[in-house]
């Protein structure tokens, strides 16, 4: 049925936006994934969403403890749209319930900070699945992920200033890391229904009023 639905929602896009989605879908990965906690700046959270469309990360992990995420849409320019975007503002440390959630996906959990046991973003293997954390702009990852990252990372940086912006810092990351993950042998590209369910999504997007296509098609063909 979803093949058959993309196929009829298709001619309510253009050509170019059509296969538009081919090619970002061949560049899409779940194989890295950023998780963000606490940030309260509008400008940083959207740009850091915005730079994981751009690098082809599919989700991004939102975790809430004591700040709530939003997005100023001027930033972040339709970026979310094209993302899954999971929040964890629930639990009672919220923090540790979106490292389980990982850790059980099988993703090793790397905390962006400086730390004695910390590698070169250069040296971070990408062999493995990873998911990368980013603190909040004040105070950088929380005692939590500190305590349960399974690996540390740093930007290296030659300068007076010992910090960069936290969007900043996730775009050198995921530049760094893509082009590595696009040179490796891992199998970071998304499989075919993952594909076919995020073209579903996407269509559904980039159409005005497409619960009303999407009804007539359903009881046209008579499914229910």
């Not at 049925?1 to 970002?24: C, G, H, N, P």
């Not at 997005?71 to 009672?92: C, F, M, Q, S, T």
């Amino acid at each position: 049925m979803t093949k058959e639905l993309i196929t009829y929602l298709s001619q309510f896009v253009s050509e170019t936006r059509r296969a538009k989605f081919d090619t970002v879908l061949d560049y899409r990965t779940r194989h890295i994934t950023i998780a963000l906690e606490d940030l309260y700046q509008p400008h940083n959270a959207s740009a850091v969403l915005r730079s994981c469309d751009i690098f082809g990360i599919q989700d991004i992990h939102i975790v809430e403890n004591k700040n709530a995420y939003t997005v100023n849409k001027d930033i972040a320019l339709g970026a979310p749209k094209w993302l899954n975007l999971h929040r964890y503002r629930k639990a009672e440390n919220n923090s540790l319930d979106c490292i389980q959630k990982l850790k059980d996906q099988g993703y090793r959990i790397v905390a962006t900070t400086p730390h004695e046991k910390d590698c070169n973003l250069e040296d971070l293997s990408v062999d493995k699945p990873l998911a990368l954390f980013f603190g909040t702009e004040l105070t950088g990852i929380s005692d939590t992920v500190r305590e349960h990252a399974e690996e540390f990372v740093k930007i290296p940086m030659y300068g007076f200033t010992e910090s960069f912006n936290i969007s900043v810092s996730a775009a050198l990351c995921l530049h760094t890391l893509k082009e590595k993950l696009h040179k490796s042998t891992a199998n970071w590209h998304l499989n075919d229904s993952e594909k076919e369910q995020l073209l579903l999504q996407w269509l559904r997007n980039s159409i005005p009023r497409v619960e009303l296509i999407e009804k007539d098609y359903l009881e046209k063909n008579s499914i229910k």
